[in-house]
């Protein structure tokens, strides 16, 4: 199975750039209600994905570090300063190998050889075609 044909391209995911702000990350969560986006470059190479979660830490902080609560101080603050690790698959890679990242989180980055961000292919996507092709399926017996 070719994972092409799960994949959501790149010019309909919302994404973030690494050096957008704070502000500008969590604006764009909230307009588009999601919880996870990931993360280029201005080159366009996949480097991360961030989260709600990944901001909310930020904001809350270790014990000695100050509070970046104010709007002025989500603006000094980069995506890039709490990105968190989501490993992308090439264009190429099998079923299983995207099985094995999307039990972790709900989407899964998808390159080209280049690094190049081209898609996402979503948690949903995969049980779709998981459930279709085992109505399709003919039934087996059980051997006794």
């Not at 991360?48 to 609560?69: A, H, K, M, N």
């Not at 890679?93 to 998808?110: G, T």
Request: with cysteine.
């Amino acid at each position: 199975m070719n994972i092409a044909y799960l994949l959501i391209p790149k010019h309909r995911v919302a994404f973030l750039y690494d050096d957008n702000t704070m502000r500008q990350g969590l604006e764009k969560l909230r307009h588009h209600g999601l919880s996870a986006v990931p993360v280029i470059n201005r080159k366009g190479q996949y480097v991360g994905t961030v989260s709600e979660g990944d901001f909310l830490w930020r904001l809350i902080p270790d014990e000695g570090t100050p509070c970046p609560c104010t709007v002025k101080d989500l603006e000094r603050l980069h995506v890039r300063d709490i990105l968190q690790e989501n490993p992308s698959v090439r264009i190429t890679a099998s079923l299983d190998e995207l099985l094995n990242n999307i039990i972790r989180h709900n989407f899964v980055p998808v390159v080209d050889d280049l690094n190049s961000f081209i898609g996402i292919v979503t948690r949903r996507s995969i049980i779709r075609y998981l459930a279709k092709e085992k109505e399709s399926a003919p039934s087996l017996r059980k051997i006794v």
